[in-house]
């Protein structure tokens, strides 16, 4: 079998000629084969009818070895020569062949330099691509969250909204300034707090010496 790859030829016929040559070897090996059980077959039962016959079925069997050995030899040469003539005249496309698929690369040539600056190109490309993918990403995680703030807010915003209608349904006045009232009250009961929790443990330290 030849072992050139011959990348162009598969690449038109969308397979290997030399896979298609070893297909066609096994055929005609099968075939072969076949044939010669076939032929045993009809020498067994023709000598078989024959009155005081003496040769057996392992002898026609070894017979038939004999014979398949020496045909397999013979093909195999026959088909050894077949195989370079079909690989050179019917199954080779001609170096000065111009696939129509790579006529494009006939119209713009370019050297190895030229692709490898293109493949570099094409890489940093797909960088950037992915790179924007992943910050498009990183701002849409950031919306959703602030949609779940913005949700929080407007809660937020309807429960002040409550508090004022019910400040002024009782009179409270203006719902700010309650608040900002209440605000400054509660930072007063947190100094009289603090200043009665600092008194109560001047008391204990007193208790305690004395």
């Known amino acids: 079998m030849s072992v050139d790859p011959m990348a162009y030829e598969t690449q038109f016929f969308g397979f290997t000629p030399q896979t298609c040559m070893l297909r066609v070897y096994i055929a005609f090996q099968d075939y072969l084969f076949e044939m010669l059980l076939v032929v045993e077959g009809v020498m067994l039962k ?8 003496k040769i057996s079925p392992s002898q026609i069997r070894k017979c038939t070895k004999k014979f398949l050995l020496f045909m397999k030899e013979h093909f195999d040469k026959l088909f050894a ?5 079909l690989l050179q005249l019917v199954l080779n ?12 690369q006939e119209q713009y040539p370019y050297s190895k330099e030229e692709f490898q600056a293109l493949q570099d190109e ?12 992943a910050a498009g990403q990183a701002l849409r995680a950031e919306l959703e969250e ?13 429960c002040f909204d409550g508090l004022e ?3 002024r349904e009782h009179g409270a006045g203006n719902f700010k ?6 605000t400054q009250s509660s930072k007063k009961l947190q100094g009289v707090l603090k200043d ?4 109560s443990k001047q008391m204990k330290q007193h208790d305690e010496l004395m």
């Open 81 to 85: 020569k077949m195989e370079e003539v």
């Open 93 to 104: 496309i001609p170096k000065n062949v111009l696939l129509p698929e790579d006529r494009v």
């Open 46 to 53: 023709k000598l078989g009818a024959i009155p005081g016959c």
């Open 146 to 158: 602030q949609k779940v703030v913005k949700a929080e807010l407007e809660k937020i915003l309807q």
């Open 165 to 167: 209608n019910i400040c």
């Open 177 to 182: 300034e309650s608040f900002a009232l209440l």
């Open 122 to 133: 094409l890489q940093q490309l797909q960088q950037q691509c992915r790179a924007e993918a």
């Open 196 to 199: 009665v929790e600092e008194k």
